[in-house]
């Protein structure tokens, strides 16, 4: 345990980060999941492949010079080039501290990430790839949430080899089913099978794993909420709505795209079962020798009011940057510096309990939204122009127009203004499924039935308006580079 005094308020911890000496790196392909928490650690620094801000961000730092490297398929590609990269390198060098490198975050790594951290001297400030891939394991998150005592959707776990397996083993689930596969983001790896013509398109994907998990197809609204396991047991977040597969935003018919935050969401009994169910999965966690941040998304069935496990994510998720600039977080501190307390071994006192409580009542909390933005039809282009990251005003009739850089989504104050995240850049390319960028703003974009609004549709056709491009012929392109344009999951 460190030398450090005792941390014991809201206030004693928003000082300790303020005055922070160890250099912290957030390292991925953006800084997209943990945006702004640089304002309230000193010495924190992004380290990223994508620079989303076009040199304009003051804590962001990206290589100038691309070097050889093999085709990237994950963020764990991208982070392992990034640490052998000579630029950030000498970065990470020119930013040591008392002959310390610091601590390194990141979205995605493997055991290769773990070991090339380590040989730049940084210390991986998450449990360990292996744990977390065993976690990660949609088969071994179902057996954590029975253990845990957290509903399921009634499905069976195992292997599937034909169609008429798939119905022997499930007969008990109805005709329609959702597989998903182990591992993967829910729009590429889960499949909805009704029958046998449904089963022989994913076949080969389905039939090749071990095991995969099979539900019974619900009628649900799917919602995310995160925690973070601490020494003091499990701190949660509010519950939160989740968009998912409007054509607007995705090709993926279960594909998130979105979320939004806001007071009340859902009624008081769900909003309490969810967070009663990630306290007793992040003790559960806790057991399984997992400590920090993680996600899980809730499925709630609209004809019996039901809640159940979806997924779990035990890392910094894609809706980490709603939770952490919400009103809640703001008045007192982001969930994601209770990950840093834990790794960098401070000694620190909170009652999760009542901070968990206060955090979930509806006057400590203001309502957003954010909306990922794909390329959704099946050409391949190349962008021309993208717009810029900042905030953008919308005009009476419909247009939008650029008011200025900013790296903080709180400068967006009115409705008609909102923050743009840009991810695909002026000469990179569009291919289905790529993401363009995220849009923030304040207010819901759905209604009380899921449907995406009208002032959510505007803002998407404005900002799709802002990219010019130039269709390409795919005979450019070898058949393993259109593949390894067929892209993974960046957020």
Request: some cysteine; charged content about 25%; hydrophobic content about 40%.
């Amino acid at each position: 345990m460190s030398s450090q005094k005792t941390l014991n308020s809201i206030s004693d911890i928003k000082d300790f980060f303020k005055s922070n000496q160890v250099p912290i790196y957030f390292i991925s392909a953006t800084n997209f999941n943990l945006l702004g928490i640089d304002e309230w650690v000193n010495n924190f620094k992004f380290i990223s492949h994508i620079d989303c801000f076009e040199g304009q961000h003051p804590n962001l730092f990206s290589p100038n010079e691309e070097v050889p490297h093999e085709d990237f398929t994950s963020i764990e590609d991208i982070n392992n080039y990034l640490l052998q990269h000579p630029e950030v390198i000498k970065y990470i060098n020119s930013r040591a501290v008392n002959g310390q490198k610091g601590k390194a975050l990141f979205l995605m790594f493997d055991e290769k990430t773990e070991a090339l951290a380590n040989a730049i001297g940084l210390e991986v400030c998450f449990p360990s790839a292996q744990l977390r891939t065993f976690l990660d394991n949609k088969v071994n998150t179902n057996r954590i949430a029975q253990k845990a005592g957290v509903a399921c959707v009634p499905h069976v776990l195992a292997p599937v080899k034909s169609y008429s397996n798939l119905r022997q083993v499930a007969a008990a689930l109805g005709n329609d089913l959702v597989v998903q596969t182990p591992f993967g983001d829910s729009g590429h790896t889960t499949f909805f099978i009704s029958t046998e013509e449904d089963f022989n398109q994913y076949q080969e994907e389905i039939s090749t794993e071990k095991e995969v998990k099979i539900m019974k197809r619900i009628n649900c609204y799917g919602t995310a909420i995160e925690g973070c396991v601490t020494q003091h047991g499990t701190l949660v977040a509010p519950l939160m709505t989740e968009l998912v597969g409007f054509k607007e935003l995705t090709p993926y018919k279960g594909g998130w795209c979105g979320n939004e935050i806001f007071p009340n969401a859902f009624n008081a009994d769900i909003r309490e079962k969810a967070k009663k169910y990630t306290q007793l999965f992040g003790n559960q966690l806790a057991k399984e020798g997992y400590k920090g941040y993680f996600e899980l998304d809730f499925l709630i069935d609209k004809d019996s009011g039901e809640i159940y496990l979806g997924e779990l994510n035990p890392r910094v998720s894609g809706v980490s940057s709603l939770t952490n600039h919400s009103k809640f977080a703001m008045d007192d501190v982001p969930l994601f510096l209770f990950h840093l307390l834990e790794w960098l071994n401070v000694p620190y006192q909170i009652d999760v309990n009542a901070l968990s409580t206060r955090w979930a009542a509806a006057e400590n909390m203001d309502s957003w939204s954010q909306l990922v933005i794909k390329h959704t039809i099946k050409t391949l282009e190349l962008a021309t122009k993208a717009p810029q990251s900042g905030i953008w005003e919308m005009k009476k009739n419909g247009n939008i127009q650029f008011v200025k850089m900013d790296a903080q989504r709180q400068s967006v104050v009115d409705d008609n203004k909102a923050f743009f995240l840009q991810i695909t850049q002026k000469d990179g390319y569009l291919y289905e499924g790529a993401d363009l960028g995220i849009l923030v703003m304040r207010g819901r974009l759905m209604n009380d039935n899921f449907e995406l609004s009208e002032r959510g549709k505007r803002w998407i056709k404005a900002l799709r308006g802002q990219y010019r491009s130039t269709i390409i012929d795919a005979g450019e392109f070898d058949e393993n580079e259109l593949l390894n344009m067929e892209g993974f999951k960046m957020l």
